[in-house]
């Protein structure tokens, strides 16, 4: 059997990391014999150049994406909707001589790796997207919104020219507002077999959108699915806690609309009021090579640093893009306090405090699956409340890792029930 799994983001974010590593273990549970390979959002010289940031390659073929937006928005935002339309109308004229012409299309593609992308998705016997967050609140116009969710999932219309089978594996998606939005949002899926969003607001807006909803599932985060893994280096970097308790802080940007000064003036005496009244030694975790290379968060890192008193108390964990990483850091916690979706689903089954600074509505999902509603903070500029959800989390730990423990074991049943489905779709 042949798969392919298209949309990997280069691994320079954990969570991502995390999501197309946990796919490929399911997909390995489901299809043992499957030989998998990546169709990643990079362009050719992003493959050719950087192989090894796609953690999840080894064993695997690795082509570049025929939409390859991952550099233009990183690098390029300021021209970005102009050269994604361009890119946009290369990839239509393509899906129409595929229409015409078939695999013979290709000879519109410039470079041999494009060709041979474009051979791979067409022979695929499964085709899986995972893991891509869409939303357009924060884009200008229904058009721009369009024309990104056309760049993020333009393979299921490949699909459908080919009639291979296509699966939604554990993605997010939207808010949908427009009308053009929401028809590029039904064209795209009425080629795919199955769908399995990670909220329930996804299977909502896809419902409204005037997608089949017999299609679409609610299933947890895939992530949750991964497995704990010995990390080498784990006994060394936590030898200095000897005695202290360990609280693990993994940051996230604030929204635009916060001075990050105050955001993180307040985030400074929250984690004091934690060193001084629980004794404790503060892990500052990285969960993207940007944020560890302090490029993209206009140094925020160190200006956090400079406002905490107890410097000797802190202590900036080393980045590292595996997520079985933090699975093997977090467990040696006392508590974590994230303001990261996926720092909530690495840490099991360590109680943690959640600070959402974006997104909020993702966070109340997943911790209204785990039953952990009560340790979540939506205002980072309520300092007293802050203290006490920690001091509520610190007091009740053993029943929240007692009850994450639980849900672990009913979310185990879960996943066991989606690799089944997984089964049964490629025998359709």
């Not at 107890?310 to 977090?330: E, N």
């Amino acid at each position: 059997m042949k798969i392919a799994l298209v949309n990997v983001y280069p691994g320079g974010n954990i969570g991502d990391n995390a999501t197309i590593m946990a796919a490929i273990d399911l997909l390995r549970a489901a299809y043992p014999d499957a030989a998998i390979s990546l169709h990643t959002r990079s362009n050719v010289r992003g493959v050719q150049s950087h192989p090894e940031a796609f953690p999840a390659r080894q064993g695997k073929q690795l082509f570049p994406g025929l939409l390859p937006t991952y550099e233009l928005n990183s690098k390029q935002r300021h021209i970005s909707f102009v050269v994604q339309a361009i890119y946009c109308l290369r990839y239509s004229i393509l899906l129409l001589l595929c229409r015409l012409l078939g695999l013979k299309a290709g000879f519109i593609l410039r470079n041999r790796l494009e060709r041979e992308a474009l051979k791979d998705i067409a022979s695929a016997d499964l085709v899986i997207q995972t893991g891509f967050v869409f939303s357009n609140s924060n884009m200008q116009g229904d058009l721009r919104s369009a024309i990104n969710l056309f760049t993020v999932l333009y393979p299921s219309f490949l699909v459908g020219i080919f009639r291979r089978r296509m699966v939604m594996l554990g993605i997010s998606i939207g808010p949908l507002s427009g009308r053009l939005t929401k028809w590029v949002t039904r064209r795209i899926f009425k080629s795919v077999s199955r769908i399995f969003v990670r909220e329930s607001v996804g299977y909502k807006y896809l419902v409204d959108a005037g997608v089949d909803e017999k299609k679409i599932a609610v299933i947890p985060d895939l992530a949750f699915s991964l497995k704990e893994e010995e990390h080498s280096t784990i006994k060394h970097e936590l030898t200095d806690s000897e005695g202290c308790a360990r609280i693990a802080v993994a940051l996230s940007r604030p929204p635009l609309s916060v001075e990050p000064g105050r955001y993180y003036q307040h985030i400074a005496a929250l984690l004091d009021y934690i060193i001084e009244t629980k004794n404790a030694r503060i892990f500052m975790v990285s969960h993207s090579k940007d944020t560890a290379d302090q490029s993209d968060t206009v140094m925020e890192i160190p200006k956090l640093l400079q406002m905490i008193k107890r410097k000797d108390r802190l202590t900036v964990l080393p980045y590292s893009s595996s997520p079985y990483y933090l699975k093997a850091i977090y467990p040696a916690m006392d508590l974590v306090i994230a303001a990261r979706i996926h720092s909530i689903v690495l840490s099991h089954p360590t109680p943690l405090v959640v600070l959402p600074t974006v997104k909020i509505y993702r966070f109340l999902e997943v911790l209204k699956v785990l039953g952990l509603s009560d340790y979540c903070v939506d205002d980072v500029f309520n300092l007293d409340k802050m203290k006490r959800v920690v001091d509520q989390a610190w007091a009740e730990r053993s029943h929240i890792r007692s009850h994450r423990e639980q849900v672990m074991r009913e979310m185990s049943k879960e996943f066991e029930q989606l690799v089944e489905e997984l089964k049964a779709i490629a025998q359709r």
